[in-house]
């Protein structure tokens, strides 16, 4: 393509062939385009030929481009890094040297013989690195220019002279190869210097310089814009009063934020994409409604490309070695090339506004003849034509530069459409090029031709034209490189032959030849300026009144094309240039406007529109004849004032004013936002530390709208959150309220300044930062500083949200609420996608998720119910007022369109109101659509007895035109007498709401209100009164409109301002919910009473064409023509031509009618109720045309006559609703409350927001989601309609990227991808649906589960059997008494009752005779109690043990985040002791971490464990603890509570967590700091039994050790500290309880329980007298139920359970059972008393435990060892008979045996059942036999201390594992009941018989075979075997 074309043309045939292609093209419907020319060309040879002649490039011009491009960048942005692959591993990277490491200086090989091959010569390239070498290359010579620095070939082809590597396609990859080491695009031009020769000796030489550089002219890419980087510059800041540049804006599109002027025209704005065509040759020419739209996603999303448009590339070419001219595109950051694009010339100048002295340079041009601008251009023409700069060079414009517009988009449009994505770029390049200028051009003429004279051009509707042409045109070459792996040359078939600048102005012409002159082109043969000036000439002449684009094209053969084109149409062009205008501009144009007059005009004409004189005229003389009797305007009841009935007895009931409720999707919501914050503090990031804050705080920072504070402040009271979260006290008052709310406005800073210390002074306390209408405010407040003229407001939100403090506070969430996401989802964002919380859909196929009784209408509602065939449309446009309006600026062209919009508006509403009071000849003056409003708006106070009316919203953006409205309405209401029957209310964002007293007074009785100074502050708190709101501002910023809403009239929303969110936002306002209960079909097929279909068509009255000039052949209805047939039957008896409707509702006076201006009122209340059969032929009003008096008479009669006072005329007509007619007034607002708003649009909007793509999605989601993003490629596929929420956001977050006036714009870390703020949320959903109230709930939810979370259950459990203490009058130890008196204790007896409720279904132990045979299992329940034991919730004290989950600053070197210790840095230690019992070696393993092992001895060679130090029982510290603590844990290595920092308030102690060998890895992970002791793994299975057994036996092994060591040290044996530490998993707090004994006797005390910590309680313990003397010491298990009486003796000697104090030197010879699972504690204690050992209980302390529902017991499964199904398994399948066939299990014998016995014991001891008196005799164990048996325990051992059993007959013995001290004499002692049992326990079945021999039990007791019994494991699981017998 390029500046020749490739083939010479066979001229013979070339216009018959090209006539017939392109016409059956054009009729064809075809998407995908033929080939059209390829037929018109030579042979492939001849092809490749004129292919290199005709890519001759002006390469020395591209190398000034080259440079000018990079002298532009450095003045206008950072300079850019060029990023080179690193080299491969191992390969040379030395200077001067190739990487295969052959030398390539000219110096070292310039007399060696170098092979060149055929057609490459020998060059010299300059290194950075050595400037005074030449490395030898050997360069294709077709790739090097010739003498005069032309027809080089584009690309690369070299080889390496050093290792003879041949094939180098790219000079990127052959730069590498040479070790050129560039920090910039590699470029052969600026790299290969030098022809290398060989001299008379044959040495090489350095010869003449490459010429890179020529004279010849530009080539057809020439960046004109990077030039005018010297020309023009645009100014810093723009405004009205300056040369203005304009954004380029091709579609209706502004929005940016005020004074963001030039930073906006960078970029392509998206907008509405209407049906695309595409074709590379023949595109074909559709109508706009063609389904042409259907562009294919592509299958790889890509990046912006950061590689160029190519022009001619030869086959090798790549994206790798882009073209010389082509540095824009090849930027890293495609913000940084977007910016200089902008900054060096991509704000194309227009200037509107400014004249400026001299001849005006447009920034655009390159060269050429300036042309003249015509003087009064505007003033001939009538607008101002916007210049387009296409492809090319721009001429100079000098002249009358007022009157023209000039854009650079459409150039912009066409450099991006040529630059390939990143998606396409792995298919290759030799095939996959660009579309060519040409194809660009003429597919952007048939694109306007196929526009309607009522739509404007969009970008987007080009870009998707150009991707889809490049894809199809593509397609096979994008297939064949899919299918085959690419080769460095592949053979493909040659390129397809193009469209060149010679035939392209014929093929423009032939397209633009079906349009009627639409499209006009105008062909130039030297330069553009020829053709500009022709076009000029025509406007003047008035020869383009029809043509409404013209495209100049100045094509010739030895170069480039030259394009521009010109807007001529008025509208097209009026919308164009306003959308060029920033929101600031805009404002300031209308006030300019507005102050100096110029809408005088305007007025003036409107008055000479009326026949009888001025409106005003007219209104005076109506109030004149009217005051005093005010009645005879209106029906009757009219002049009443509407709150006469309130308090009368027929008030209305239906008022109802919701003030906060919780709707279940609000909840599903909030739980959501909670989920999301949970996650993000249970990551392993630690950003939230949820477990270290006990309460939450909050900031909502909405909008600076009055109206938005007080409705947040209002759902905030209302809400009860202060309350709950404990920030207030009751009786809340409006100023406390408002400390929890800022508005963004200049006084914002010092509430968030206080809000910022709060947090830091308050690290425990969550503060959670909502910024609700998140996309309000989104400018950098970097930028902010550039335009000091602004509102100081703009960019706060920046300047505070995204403040340091803010990013770094570990306690502050921010969460962002918006309606509209987009903004926050670009390349840039801050927000992770993962922390997006989108609002649930409240249906799934069909179904109702939340169970709601409203229905929600938004959008896609709105929008479906103008597709439905059977309801009226809930979007509307008025055909008639776009008409007048698009007629009155062709008439006043200098005019801004909203001021015209605006008047005629105003002037409509002002007739429909003097229409309504019976100036029945204004209806001619005012709308169909304005009357129905005016009309309903009205009569609704009339129809409710209270006097509830409906709201109109009239939406008008622009601040002082909203101002202008609100006087001229309020006039209009007050002359015709209307003050109290609706209410016009100014809402300024601003300021508040202004209501007139007579309303307040209605509001306050409605609301029952009882405040004298009561007045609404929100558009919520209207709810009822019947008014006009005019809704002002720029954007809507949050407000709520109440359920009265009725109407939202948004014909004046500013049109040409199309972005996503400001079009959806707009259309937000009407979004309602609906009440479900009733049809809401049936609701909106009502509403043809209000609004009929034939009524909404029919704008064909003779007298509007007056107005209008001609204009209604323009006008279309929204409803289609063939659907509003469908409402002929049901909807009116009247023809649409008479179009005899009633504009009211069905109770409406009948006065209102506008038909059709011929007919008078008599004629068409005739023509409505001739059918009805209501409305009686005698109540037909005889009245004549011309007297107005008798037509109020008609009025009273009829509204008299008819059974409601309201009926419609033609509107009740309709048989099928008839019967509204004969019900009682319905209320108005009622009825509003129960359908959606009805909302009018502009036609623009309306089209785009009404039309869908070929996915079915509506225009309007394509359109560019925010003014300040940008599209990051044109190379994007569609959005697709089955897109969710998520897929949306990460499809913005792919292919939008923030404008340098975004806030997000600096947000980047090179090369990383943590630009994710950890602690940011953002929450969306559709507007008006309850987000205020989900995140209000939010905040109670989350601070209930943070005082959850600082709360924990722990058990609250009475102590059992306290009824069978013995009842002493003697106590040993004073209440208030510290430490035990050593010889007291010897005294006291020991309890052997178990009071600890854990074991409330275990076996009663006796130590003496029951007086009667109580039944103690009345309350006790057979089966685990565990999960049915009472707990209560209690907050985690500041001396609490944590599990894995607590993190805080304090603990994270205690928990191994120490920086001097790496994570996990510990060691494994083996630690061997041989155990006599065990008849082994027990060899154990310590894992130590580097901070613990100054607690360890090693030895110094090989630092073997030696021993554990312990402390001396001298030692007096207060900051450390002597004994060591274990905690033997299984199965909770999340969940236990092995954090004691808190615990031992910061203090020094050993903590060593024992755990099993299977588990040593995942403990060691959780508790990497943590000192570990791991079982041996024949314990994997064992009990906690096996594991105490094994502390207590290696802590004496230990002692040992440590006295030996010390002894040598001359320390006495005894001086060792001998005592441990052994506690449960889940002991989380300790207690302490003062008491104080200050009473007049001794014996009266008082007592407190208080928190206090374990450091505390262990120092105070170790200090007791004589400590060494106590075995065992321990403490209570808390209970809320404490008595006094169990405190009133401070020490007892009874069981210890959870938390031990263990003398491991007395209880040398106690051991713990190791093969215990159940009751080992109890099992120990009574085996260490029958010692004679001191067991201590301190009452004063107590422990609590945390209920923690996995591991430990419950880790023992019990399954069958055959198959692996988990069928539970009961315990009387434990045991069976030996030999049996039965089921063996999967468990340990000893878990399964204490299983049985609990449950089954019955079956061994059937005497013992419940039966107290009598015990099973149990020697020297305890096993639990279930709670209906009792135990008496008995030591064999000698000088044991055992219960006297003299007296006690027992009914059973059990004997488990005798040792050898038990002996028959022994058992000879005891006495036993007739029939008592006996169950003999042993390891095998051969000790059974030894033990029933040894002990002679044949003697007193009978054997049979079958009582034999084992439990049910397998031989190799050692099963346990049991005998019983009966005794004798």
């Known amino acids: 393509m390029g500046n020749s074309y490739a083939g010479q043309l066979k001229t013979t045939r070339f216009e018959e062939v090209l006539h017939n292609s392109i016409e059956a093209s054009l009729r064809s419907n075809n998407l995908v385009p033929r080939p059209v020319f ?71 090989i310039s007399n060696e013989q170098i092979e060149v091959p055929s057609g490459f010569l020998l060059v010299g390239a300059k290194s950075s690195n050595l400037p005074d070498h030449l490395l030898v290359c050997a360069v294709d010579k077709r790739f090097l220019p010739d003498d005069q620095g032309r027809n080089a070939l584009l690309g690369f082809s070299g080889n390496c002279v050093g290792c003879s590597k041949k094939g180098f396609c790219y000079f990127t990859e052959f730069s590498n190869h040479i070790n050129l080491k560039l920090t910039t695009q590699p470029k052969k031009q600026k790299h290969l210097k030098y022809y290398l020769v060989r001299n008379a000796q044959g040495t090489l030489t350095k010869g003449s310089a490459i010429c890179w550089k020529g004279s010849e002219f530009r080539s057809r890419q020439s960046s004109s814009s990077a030039r005018s980087n010297t020309l023009f510059q645009p100014p810093e800041n723009t405004s009205s009063s300056t040369a203005v540049v ?220 150009f991707m889809r042409s490049w894809r199809e045109s593509h397609l096979s070459e994008i297939r064949q490189y899919q299918q085959a792996i690419p080769q460095a040359f592949p053979q493909v078939p040659g390129p397809i032959a193009p469209v060149t600048s010679a035939q392209l102005p014929w093929l423009a012409g032939l397209a633009a030849s079906s349009c009627n002159d639409s499209v006009h082109i105008i062909e130039c043969s030297y330069s553009l300026a020829e053709g500009l000036s022709e076009m000029f000439k025509m406007l003047i002449e008035g020869k383009l009144v029809k043509t409404n684009y013209v495209v100049i094209i100045c094509a010739c053969r030895n170069r480039a094309i030259d394009s521009c084109i010109a807007v001529t149409g008025k509208y097209q062009a009026r919308i164009l240039s306003e959308s060029m205008l920033t929101p600031t501009e805009y404002q300031k144009e209308v006030s300019y406007e507005l102050v100096t007059g110029k809408v005088d005009a305007l007025g003036a004409f409107f008055s000479t529109l009326c026949p009888d004189g001025d409106v005003d005229v007219l209104l005076d003389k109506f109030c004149q004849e009217n005051r005093g009797h005010i009645s005879s305007s209106l029906p009757a009841s009219f002049s009443k004032p509407a709150s006469v009935d309130v308090v009368g007895t027929a008030g209305c009931t239906n008022y109802n004013f919701e003030r906060h409720q919780i709707r279940p999707f609000q909840l599903a919501v909030a739980q959501k936002l909670l989920s999301h914050v949970c996650s993000i503090a249970d990551s392993s990031t630690q950003n939230l530390d949820l477990g270290s804050f006990e309460k939450v705080d909050f900031l909502i920072c909405v909008p600076p709208s009055e109206v938005t504070y007080q409705q947040t402040l209002f759902h905030l009271w209302h809400s009860g959150v202060l309350l709950e979260l404990g920030l207030e006290k009751e009786h809340l008052t409006k100023q406390r309220v408002e400390q929890y709310v800022v508005k963004l406005d200049m006084e914002a800073q010092s509430k968030f300044k206080t809000f910022l210390q709060n947090s830091m002074q308050n690290p425990h306390t969550l503060f959670v930062l909502i910024h609700d209408h998140a996309h309000w405010d989104l400018v950098s407040s970097a930028v902010h500083g550039l335009y000091p003229q602004s509102d100081p407001a703009v960019g706060l939100v920046d300047r505070l949200l995204n403040c340091r403090e803010v990013k770094e506070s570990p306690n502050i969430v921010t969460l962002h609420v918006t309606s509209f996401p987009y903004a926050l989802q670009t390349q840039h964002t801050r927000i992770s996608p993962y922390n997006e919380i989108h609002w649930p859909s409240l249906y799934n196929n069909g179904a109702d998720l939340y169970h709601e009784n409203k229905k929600y209408y938004g959008l896609s509602e709105f929008v479906e119910s103008t597709l439905s065939g059977h309801s009226l449309p809930l979007l509307r446009y008025d055909s008639s007022f776009e008409a007048m309006v698009m007629a009155l600026g062709k008439r006043f062209p200098r005019l801004h369109s909203a001021v015209i919009r605006t008047f005629v508006l105003v002037q409509h509403y002002s007739a429909a109101m003097m229409a309504v009071c019976g100036l029945s000849q204004m209806k001619n003056y005012t709308t169909v659509e304005t009357l129905e409003i005016t009309q309903n708006l009205i009569n609704s106070s009339r129809q409710c007895p209270s006097g509830h009316g409906l709201m109109v919203v009239l939406r008008i953006p622009c601040i002082p035109l909203a101002a202008v409205a609100y006087e001229r309405l309020n006039h209009v209401r007050e002359r015709l007498a209307l003050e109290d029957h ?120 003779e007298d509007e064409e007056t107005v209008t000039e001609g204009s209604t052949s323009e006008k279309r209805s929204p409803v289609k023509r063939e659907r509003s047939g469908s409402h002929d039957s049901a909807a009116s008896s009247v023809s649409s031509k008479t179009s005899s409707t009633a504009f009211c509702s069905e109770k409406s006076p009948p006065s209102v009618t506008a038909g059709d201006t011929g007919k008078s009122t008599h004629q068409i209340l005739s023509s409505s109720t001739e059918e009805n059969v209501n409305n009686p032929e005698k109540q037909r009003p005889k009245t004549d045309k011309d007297s107005k008096s008798n037509a109020k008479t008609a009025q009273g009669s009829i509204t008299s006559s008819s059974p409601s006072p309201f009926s419609s005329s033609s509107a009740s007509s309709v048989p099928t609703h ?47 989601p925010y003014h300040s993003v940008m599209w990051a490629s044109s190379f994007r596929p569609l959005m697709s309609k089955m897109m969710t929420c998520t897929e949306q956001s990460l499809y913005y977050r792919q292919w939008t990227v923030p404008k340098p006036i975004h806030m997000d714009y600096n947000n980047r870390n090179e090369g990383r991808m943590d630009t994710f703020h950890p602690r940011r949320l953002l929450l969306s959903g559709p507007p008006q649906i309850g987000k205020t109230g989900a995140y209000l709930q939010f905040l109670s939810i989350l601070s209930r589960m943070l005082i959850r979370l600082t709360e924990v259950d722990v058990y609250d459990e009475e102590e059992i059997n306290t009824d069978l203490k013995e009842e002493s009058s003697q106590y040993y130890h004073q209440p208030g008494d510290a430490w035990p008196d050593l010889e007291t204790m010897k005294k006291m007896p020991f309890d052997y009752t178990i009071h600890d409720p854990k074991y409330e279904d275990a076996s009663f132990i006796c130590s003496r005779i029951l007086m009667k045979n109580e039944d103690r299992s009345a309350n006790r329940k057979q089966e685990d109690l565990y999960m049915h034991r009472q707990t209560t919730r209690m907050r985690l004290s500041k001396y609490a043990a944590y599990n894995t989950y607590h993190h805080c600053e304090q603990c994270h070197q205690y928990m191994g985040f120490n920086p001097r210790y790496q994570l996990y840095e510990s060691t494994l230690h083996a630690f061997a002791f041989s155990y006599s019992m065990l008849g082994e070696e027990i060899q154990l393993h310590f894992i130590i971490p580097k901070s613990k092992e100054h607690h360890f001895v090693f030895s110094h060679p090989g630092r073997q464990l030696e021993s554990m130090r312990l402390p001396l029982v001298t030692d007096q510290s207060q900051d450390y603890i002597k004994s060591p603590t274990f905690t033997p844990t299984t199965g909770r290595h999340e969940h236990g509570l092995f954090n004691l920092f808190h615990a031992m308030d910061g203090a020094s102690h050993l903590h060593v967590l024992v755990v099993k060998e299977y588990e040593m890895a995942i403990y060691k992970k959780y508790w990497p700091n943590h000192i570990m002791l791991v079982l041996p793994s024949i314990f994997n299975s064992a009990g906690v039994g096996a594991a105490h057994f094994l502390i207590k036996e290696l802590s004496y092994h230990n002692l040992e050790l440590e006295r030996n060591r010390q002894e040598e040290l001359g320390i006495k044996p005894q001086d060792i500290w001998p005592f441990i530490v052994i506690s449960d998993d889940s002991c989380v707090m300790w207690n302490a309880v003062e008491i104080d004994c200050s009473g007049e006797r001794k014996s009266e005390y008082t007592w407190t329980e208080r928190n206090v910590s374990l450091k505390q309680i262990l120092q105070h313990i170790e200090s007791t007298p004589n400590v060494t003397h106590y075995a065992l010491i321990g403490m209570r298990k808390w209970s809320s139920k404490t008595k006094s009486g169990e405190i009133k003796e401070p020490f007892s000697c009874c069981h210890i359970h959870d938390f031990v104090m263990l003398n491991v030197d007395l209880t040398q010879n106690v051991q713990y059972n190791q093969n215990r699972f159940m009751c080992d504690d109890v099992d120990f204690n009574l085996r260490a ?63 399964l045996l204490e299983k049985y016995l609990q449950y089954h014991s019955h079956r061994f001891f059937p005497l013992s059942l419940k039966n107290y008196c009598h015990p099973v005799l149990s020697v020297d164990c305890y096993l639990n036999l279930g709670p209906q048996i009792s135990i008496c325990y008995v030591s064999s051992r000698p000088h044991s201390l055992n219960v006297s059993c003299s007296d006690m007959v027992f009914s059973g013995l059990l004997l488990y594992l005798c040792d050898s001290f038990v002996v028959a004499s022994f058992l000879k002692k005891f006495h036993f009941l007739k029939g008592a049992t006996l169950c003999v326990i042993c390891q095998d079945r051969n000790s059974l018989r030894q033990t029933v021999v040894r002990l002679e039990l044949e003697d007193e007791w009978q054997f049979r075979l079958r009582d034999e019994f084992q439990t049910a494991n397998a031989k190799e699981d050692k099963p346990l075997f049991f005998l019983t017998g009966r005794h004798i």
């Open 38 to 108: 390829s037929q018109l060309y030579l042979e492939a040879e001849q092809q490749l030929s004129s292919l290199e002649a005709g890519s001759r490039v002006d390469n020395e011009e591209e190398e000034e481009e080259e440079e000018e491009d990079e002298e532009g960048s450095e003045s206008s942005s950072p300079p850019i890094t060029y990023q080179m692959k690193p080299p491969p591993e191992g390969c040379c990277t030395t200077d001067g040297f190739c990487q295969a490491g052959k030398d390539l200086r000219l110096v070292s």
């Open 246 to 465: 304009n954004e380029p804006v091709l579609a209706a599109h502004s929005g940016v934020q005020a004074g963001m002027h030039q930073m906006a025209s960078d970029h392509l704005p998206s907008t509405v994409c209407y049906p695309v065509y595409n074709g590379k040759d023949s595109p074909q020419q559709h109508s706009a409604k063609s389904n042409l739209s259907s562009v294919t996603r592509p299958s790889v999303l890509g990046t912006l490309t950061n590689s160029g448009p190519p022009k001619k590339r030869h086959k090798g070419w790549s994206p790798e070695s882009p073209s010389s001219n082509e540095a824009w595109h090849l930027q890293p950051n495609p913000q940084i090339a977007n910016r200089n694009k902008n900054e060096a010339g991509g704000g194309l100048s227009c200037l509107p506004h400014a004249a400026m002295a001299g001849p005006m340079s447009s920034p655009v041009v390159t060269s050429g003849e300036p042309v003249s601008v015509p003087n009064n251009l505007l003033k001939i023409y009538k607008a101002k034509p916007v210049l387009f700069k296409g492809h090319g060079n721009f001429p100079y414009l000098c002249g009358n530069l007022n009157d023209v517009i000039v854009s650079p988009l459409l150039y912009t449009c066409y450099r991006n459409s040529q630059s390939l994505s990143r998606a396409y770029e792995q298919y290759g390049a030799s095939t996959i090029q660009p579309i060519s200028d040409e194809m660009q051009l003429l597919l952007t003429v048939y694109y306007l031709v196929q526009l309607a004279s009522d739509q404007v051009p969009l970008i987007e509707d080009l870009e998707q034209i």
């Open 982 to 1101: 609706f209410e016009i209310i100014l809402g300024n964002p601003n300021s508040g709401i202004t209501v007139g007293k007579h309303f307040v007074e209605q509001l306050k009785i409605w609301q029952k209100i009882e405040d004298a100074e009561w007045s609404p502050q929100t558009y919520l708190e209207l709810e009822g009164l019947p008014c006009i709101l005019i809704f002002s501002g720029m954007d809507p910023q949050g407000e709520s409109l109440p359920r009265s809403l009725r109407y939202c009239d948004l014909r004046l929303i500013n049109s040409s301002c199309l972005v996503r969110t400001a079009l959806e936002q707009e259309l937000g306002l009407a979004a309602y919910f609906v009440s479900s209960e009733t049809s809401t079909e049936k609701l909106v097929s009502n509403d043809v009473l209000e609004s009929d279909p034939e009524k909404l068509s029919s704008t064909d009255n």
């Open 1218 to 1264: 008839s019967s509204f007619v004969l019900q009682a007034p319905q209320c108005s607002m009622t009825k509003a409350s129960q359908q959606p708003p009805i909302v009018y649009l502009p036609k623009l909007v309306y089209d785009i927001v009404t039309s869908a793509d070929s996915t079915g999605l509506p225009k309007s989601s394509s359109l560019l």
């Open 1729 to 1791: 008393h029958s010692a004679g050992l001191l067991i201590c209980r301190f009452n004063q302390f107590s422990v609590m435990k945390k209920q923690i529902a996995v591991g430990g017991q419950r880790s023992f499964h019990i399954k069958s060892k055959v198959s692996d199904n988990p069928v539970s398994i009961a315990p009387a399948q434990y045991i069976c008979a030996p030999d049996s066939k039965h089921t063996f299990l999967a468990a340990p014998a000893q878990l």
